[in-house]
């Protein structure tokens, strides 16, 4: 059975692909490719089609992170096949969890930094894309700081579910 993790941030092409890109590698590296299926989504359609922002892409790369991306919108539909859905700010959190058909599906839906080994008190990914490259870079480094616990968190319901 595939663990189904999905990253949400506005259009699709910064916070959310970074992260997609981000926890993927920890997966891999932790030898759950084969058991936990990524990707990630953004709550409008503004970049649908269209590839990662190339900010996010050239921190990604620097860093040793791959990334093959097509920007799209979370659809209500997906929390029937999804375990987790990773919401990068607050407003994402709200948004996602209206969308949420049930209450079960909205309490599928956390904050990326709530997964934090010390969970500061804003829990938001800020947007980096109307700001410079140390934007994407401060982005890149609470995603990373992030993805050592909700990869805990997921191993744990991985073994859940296998047992």
Avoid at 34 to 49: I, Q, R, Y
Wanted: hydrophobic share 40%; aromatic share 8%.
């Amino acid at each position: 059975m595939t663990y189904r993790v999905c990253f949400v941030c506005t259009g699709n092409i910064c916070r959310s692909p970074m992260a997609e890109s981000v926890f993927r590698a920890h997966v891999a590296d932790a030898g759950l490719d084969g058991l936990v299926e990524v990707d990630s989504a953004g709550t409008g359609d503004w970049h649908e089609g269209e590839n990662a922002d190339p900010r996010t892409l050239s921190v990604l790369e620097q860093r040793g992170y791959a990334l093959d991306h097509t920007a799209r919108r979370f659809e209500p539909s997906w929390f029937a096949r999804l375990d987790l859905v990773i919401a990068l700010d607050s407003g994402h959190l709200k948004a996602l969890r209206l969308l949420a058909p049930t209450e079960e599906d909205a309490a599928k839906v956390r904050l990326l930094r709530s997964f934090a080994s010390s969970a500061p008190d804003d829990l938001d990914v800020p947007d980096p894309y109307y700001g410079g490259r140390d934007g994407f870079e401060e982005c890149l480094e609470m995603v990373e700081e992030a993805s050592a616990g909700l990869l805990i968190a997921v191993r744990d319901d991985v073994e859940g579910h296998v047992a």
